[in-house]
C-alpha cells in the first residue's frame, strides 16, 4: 500500500505555544486528507476533513481557529495546534487517499503524540 | 451518541484458535464497512472490508460477515496469531460523505501461544 508519513512522531510543547504536525503522501498524490485524534482506549476521532487548494471541513465540536488546518500541495498536510493546553495532549493522526481511489485506499500515517505541559 | 460500537475492550484467544470481533452500528445509512488493525503508537493498517451489498468477504484467514437487519459486523481470524495480538477497530463509512470513516472505540486481541 502506500506511504504516509508525519513529523514530528513525537512533541512536547509548553502551554500557550502552538505546534505545528505535517503529514505526508510519500509516493501518490493526495487529493484527500483526513486528521483524527485518539484519547487514551477511545476510538479515532476525526477532527476535519482537507482537500487540496481548499478550506478544510471541521466536524462538530472542532474548533477551527485552534486547529488550523492547510492542504498547500498534493502530498503535504499540515495541522497546527495553536495555543495549546494541556487538554490537547493527544495522538493525532493523519489519514490520505488519492485520485480515483475506492472507500479502501485511505492510508493512515503512523500518529504524532503530542504532550502538553 | 457513538454510531459504532465496539462493546469488548479486550478479547484473549489462544493461538491456533478463532478470533470472533464484534461491531455493532446504529446508522442505516453506512454503506462501506472496514476493519482496521493497530499497534501502539502506530497508525491503523487496513485489513478487510465489507459493502453493505454483500453479507459476507473473505481474504485469507480474516472473514466478515454483515448482517444488515442487526446491524451487526464481524471478523473473525482463524487460526489466530502471536502476531495477531493488536487493537483492531471497526469502521463505517456513511454514503455521500467524502469518504469519512466513523470508527468504534476498538478491541485488544491477544493471541496467547
Known amino acids: 500500500g502506500a506511504v504516509v508519513s508525519q513529523h514530528p512522531s513525537r512533541v512536547i510543547c509548553k502551554s500557550g505555544t502552538s505546534v505545528k504536525i505535517e503529514c505526508r503522501s510519500l509516493?501518490?498524490?493526495?487529493?484527500?486528507m483526513f486528521w483524527y485524534r485518539q484519547f487514551p482506549k477511545q476510538s479515532l476521532m476525526l477532527m476535519a476533513t482537507s482537500n487540496e487548494g481548499s478550506k478544510a471541513t471541521y466536524e462538530q465540536g472542532v474548533e477551527k481557529d485552534k486547529f488550523l488546518i492547510n492542504h498547500a500541495s498534493l502530498t503535504l498536510s499540515t495541522l497546527t495546534v495553536t495555543s495549546a493546553h494541556p487538554e490537547d495532549s493527544s495522538f493525532y493522526i493523519c489519514?490520505?487517499?488519492?485520485?480515483?481511489?475506492?472507500?479502501?485506499?485511505?492510508?493512515f500515517g503512523p500518529g504524532t503524540r503530542l504532550t502538553v505541559t | 451518541d457513538q454510531q459504532v460500537k465496539q462493546n469488548s475492550p479486550s478479547l484473549s484467544v489462544q493461538e491456533g484458535r478463532i478470533s470472533i470481533l464484534n461491531c455493532d452500528y446504529t446508522?442505516?445509512?453506512?454503506?462501506?464497512f472496514l476493519w482496521y488493525k493497530k499497534y501502539p503508537a502506530e497508525g491503523p493498517t487496513f485489513l478487510i472490508s465489507i459493502s453493505s451489498i454483500k453479507d459476507k468477504n473473505e481474504d485469507g484467514r480474516f472473514t466478515v460477515f454483515l448482517n444488515k437487519s442487526a446491524k451487526h459486523l464481524s471478523l473473525h481470524i482463524v487460526p489466530s496469531q502471536p502476531g495477531d495480538s493488536a487493537v483492531y477497530f471497526c469502521a463505517a463509512q456513511l454514503r455521500g460523505s467524502n469518504y469519512k470513516l466513523t470508527f468504534g472505540k476498538g478491541t485488544l486481541l491477544t493471541v496467547n501461544p
Open positions: 509516493d501518490f498524490q493526495a487529493t484527500t
Open positions: 489519514s490520505a487517499r488519492g485520485w480515483g481511489a475506492t472507500s479502501l485506499e485511505q492510508y
Open positions: 446508522n442505516s445509512m453506512f454503506d462501506y
